[in-house]
C-alpha cells in the first residue's frame, strides 16, 4: 500500500508541474515515516520561550521540547495528536511538528502531504498542514496552509498571508467528496508569483495578488481553536484534568515531499518546434508505444537532465524499456526534424 501511494503521489507531482515548460523538479525534502521513530535530522517541535512565543495558540498549549519528544511513528505513518488532557485542566495539549530546514520558492516548490483525520473524530478540532514563519516584529509572518477543520468533513479551507499580522488572513473554503477523515493527497504548488493548492489533483484555489517569499518551515499540527475561530469553535469540546476522561485526535500523516523546480534539459532542445506525438502506458514497465506514424527519434533524460538513451529511427510504434530503474525520467522524440513536447515518464 506505502508502494501504491508512493506512486501516486509522483504521478500528481507530473500532472502539476507540467505545465511549467522548462523546469523539471529535484525532490529536496521526503519522509515516508518508515522507521520506528521520528527523524530528528528531519524535524523537531517548539522551544517554549514566554507566553506570547506561539506555542499557545487558540485553546491549545503545544508540546516544548522540555518536556516532550517528537511525535510517534505506527504503521509507517507519523502520528500527530490533540488531547483533552491536560493537568491544569485550563487546555488542550496539542502538537506542532515542524521541519527542521526552512525553504524558499527559488523557481518554485512543491509540497506534496498524504494525510488524513483519524476517525471518529469530534467537531472542533483542525489538523494543519502548512508553511510558516516570522518576517518582522510581534506577529508579522508569512504563511500558505491547508486547515482540515473537523467541523466541515467535506471541506478544505485554504489560507494565506504575506508579511502581514496574524489574524483572519485570505481564507476560502473549497469542498471536496469524501471527507477529511479519508486520505487525499494535499499539494502546494508555490512558485515566485502564483500559490496554487490542489487536492488530489484538482486545484481549488489559485493566488497571485499576495505571495510570500520565504523562507518558511514546514509544518504538521492537530490544536483546539477558541471561540474567536466561530467556523472550527465547538463549545461542547472542553479540556479536562481528570486522566480518565482524555480524549486524543489525530492526524495520520502517511508521507511529506517537498520538490524543487529546476532548469531542464538544455534550451536548444526545448525552443525546437514541438510536433504532437504521444506515447503509452505511463507509469510503464518493459515497453512504450507511441501515437506517431512512420520513423521517430528518441531520447530518455534522468531527473538531473543526463541522457541515458538515444535511439534513432525508430520503427513499429514502440520502445524497450526493460532495464531500466524504477524512478521519474524525461522523454523527448524527434519526427521530420520536429521536436516534440519534454514529457514525464514513471517506470516502475
Known sequence: MKKLFKILMILIIIIITVTVAKAQTTTIFFDDFNGSKMNSLLWHIPTWVSSSDGTYVGRTQFRCSQNASLPSINNSQAVINVESYNPTGFSFYGTDLISNKAFTPGKGLIITVHAKIKAPTAGGIVGGIYLYDLTGAGSIHDEIDFELITNKLNEVQTNIYSDESLGGGHPDFASIVDPITEYHTYVIEWLPNEVSWIVDEKVIRTNTDRVPTGPMHFNLNMWVPGIEWSAAYNASLQPTNVVSSNQ?????????????LID??????????????????????????????????????????????????????????????????????????????????IIY
Open 264 to 345: 531542464m534539459i538544455p534550451t536548444s532542445i526545448i525552443e525546437k518546434q514541438e510536433a504532437e506525438i504521444n506515447f503509452y502506458p505511463n507509469p510503464a514497465h518493459g515497453l512504450i508505444y507511441f501515437t506517431a506514424l512512420g520513423k521517430i527519434n528518441v531520447s530518455i533524460y534522468n531527473v538531473a537532465g543526463n541522457m541515458i538513451l538515444n535511439k534513432k529511427e525508430i520503427t513499429g510504434g514502440s520502445l524497450s524499456i526493460a532495464g531500466f530503474p524504477p524512478g521519474l525520467y524525461i522523454i523527448r522524440y524527434e519526427q521530420n526534424n520536429i521536436v516534440g513536447n519534454a514529457k514525464k515518464l
Open 248 to 260: 486524543i485526535f489525530s492526524m495520520i500523516v502517511d508521507s511529506v515531499r517537498i520538490d524543487s
